[in-house]
């Protein structure tokens, strides 16, 4: 980026903070928005709930430098208040946002958005902080804000500062800035400046033992939050009232699947924590809050297969007397015999694994880490072991993918013989190659990634939700497209049918 483009962000800087910043408030927003939100839902426990697991690892970052912290979800307190309050409204959260405002005092508040289903929560939040506080600044950070910085800022006037990627060192470097402690050494940053977008690319990425540290919760309730909501998919193989959390073991991914936003997010290549310090916060975590399941959080979980082995071992020679799930998906290629015993011998209840497709075509033109002879492979390496749970991830609706294609997914799938699949309609996630592709050919407009026309969810939540509730007063005939002609590609209506 140019050095003009730098000058005028600490230029900008110094009129946001033109006082000492030393009070820091991180908040989780409500990841369902009012609109998308059902009180019902939310009283089945249907709803994510996962502890702040970033904002937590801020909150340590920060405190170790000497700065006061403290952290409000206010996804929990919605979903608290739905499950707890007769008269339930909603928009409940402000005032619990406004007394904390009042008490803790900030001098500064950051605010987490991972995902593009909660940009409207984001705003909202913000622009309600902005209301009781004018002259607070407001920084955004997260997977969402970071793959769509210039649309958020746009649609998002409140928010003053989006810090790009990981915010572990990022942050603290700004901060010791702005209190005059050290020169500003350039990160990824992006503002907007008299309605003209400024941004620096400069990427950080933590390491070694900054990303050892476990996450401050504060007083957050982390052994209630499982009570209100699911963290991963296995709950329902858990006995009642099992008590769950989230824990990362490493970041990134080998991977460079060209729908997926995480090597957009965490740069390229996997980073590893140490064995010993995952398997002391899960230790830290049943010590402290009674969590007996685990949830990784990680993209990549199997990255480097001793590593892998050697967690998991860990796991069974501390005698934690925890299980786990891995929801997020594994590489199917690090899947073998020796893997899967000790997934099954650590405690794993559900394993996750990313095939998207059963076409090579689709497979080499979303550069998957794993072809047809691997999913196979790993399918038959699970059904040795019938106690661990298996799902496969399952998409269609790529550009281009026609009939042919999809068939070959849902047979691969019936080979596999997995214990069940999730079919995702493929979503342009932005900052992602493909997205990209589709923005240049002008076959996707990239404000939809944060005005919520791209939302769609599997199960009883949100967008689908609403259009199943539709469909069924609509009652309007069914087509099986799949018998039409190999290739022939389908169109928006007809991937819902399929």
Not at 13 to 42: G, H, M, R, W
Not at 78 to 105: G, I, P
Not at 178 to 200: C, H, Q, R, T, W
């Amino acid at each position: 980026m140019e050095i003009a483009n730098k000058e005028i962000i600490e230029n900008e800087l110094k009129k946001i903070f033109y006082k000492d910043c030393k009070n820091i408030l991180i908040i989780n927003p409500p990841q369902i928005t009012k609109e998308d939100f059902d009180v019902s839902v939310a009283r089945l426990k249907n709803y994510p709930c996962f502890p702040p697991y970033g904002p937590g690892l801020l909150c340590r970052h920060l405190s170790n430098r000497g700065y006061k912290t403290d952290i409000i979800d206010l996804n929990f307190e919605v979903l608290l208040a739905a499950n707890e309050e007769d008269n339930f409204e909603y928009s409940s959260w402000k005032n619990k946002l406004k007394e904390k405002l009042e008490t803790f005092n900030p001098d500064l508040v950051g605010i987490s958005c991972m995902y593009s289903m909660s940009h409207k929560s984001l705003k909202e939040v913000s622009n309600f902080i902005k209301e009781v506080s004018p002259n607070l600044p407001i920084i955004a950070g997260g997977v969402h804000v970071s793959c769509a910085p210039e649309q958020v800022l746009n649609d998002c006037k409140s928010i003053d500062i989006i810090l790009l990627y990981e915010g572990d060192l990022s942050f603290p470097i700004l901060l010791d800035h702005v209190n005059k402690s050290s020169k500003l050494e350039f990160f990824s940053i992006a503002m907007l400046i008299d309605g003209k977008y400024y941004a620096v690319y400069d990427r950080i990425s933590p390491s070694g033992e900054i990303i050892n540290l476990t996450p401050e919760y504060h007083n957050l309730k982390i052994e209630k939050y499982s009570a209100l909501g699911k963290i991963g998919e296995s709950r329902w193989l858990l006995p009642e009232g099992t008590k769950i959390s989230s824990v990362l073991s490493n970041r990134g991914c080998r991977g460079d699947c060209q729908f997926c936003g995480v090597r957009t997010f965490n740069g390229a290549g996997v980073r590893t924590r140490s064995v010993k310090a995952v398997i002391d916060e899960i230790e830290l975590l049943k010590n402290k809050y009674g969590i007996l399941h685990i949830m990784w959080l990680d993209n990549d979980l199997l990255f480097n297969k001793n590593r892998a082995l050697e967690l998991f071992n860990e796991i069974i020679k501390r005698n934690l007397g925890i299980t786990w799930n891995a929801s997020n998906g594994v590489i199917a290629a690090s899947i073998d015999d020796e893997i899967m015993k000790a997934i099954s011998e650590s405690g794993c209840t559900c394993l996750y694994i990313g095939i998207e497709s059963g076409s090579p075509e689709i497979l080499n033109y979303i550069k998957k880490p794993s072809g047809i002879k691997q999913f196979l492979k790993a399918g038959e390496c699970a059904k040795k072991y019938p106690e661990v749970f298996t799902k496969g991830f399952l998409m269609i609706g790529l550009p281009g993918e026609n009939i042919g294609q999809i068939n070959k997914t849902l047979e691969l799938a019936r080979q596999m013989e997995l214990d069940w699949y999730a079919i995702q309609i493929y979503i342009p996630f932005p900052s992602t190659p493909i997205a990209e592709s589709l923005i240049k050919e002008n076959k996707f407009d990239n404000k939809k990634f944060i005005d919520g026309s791209t939302k769609f969810f599997v199960g009883g939540i949100g967008k689908q939700r609403q259009r199943e509730n539709e469909e069924k007063l609509e009652s309007r005939p069914f087509e099986n497209t799949l018998k039409k002609n190999t290739e022939y590609v389908p169109n928006e209506d007809e991937l819902k049918d399929i």
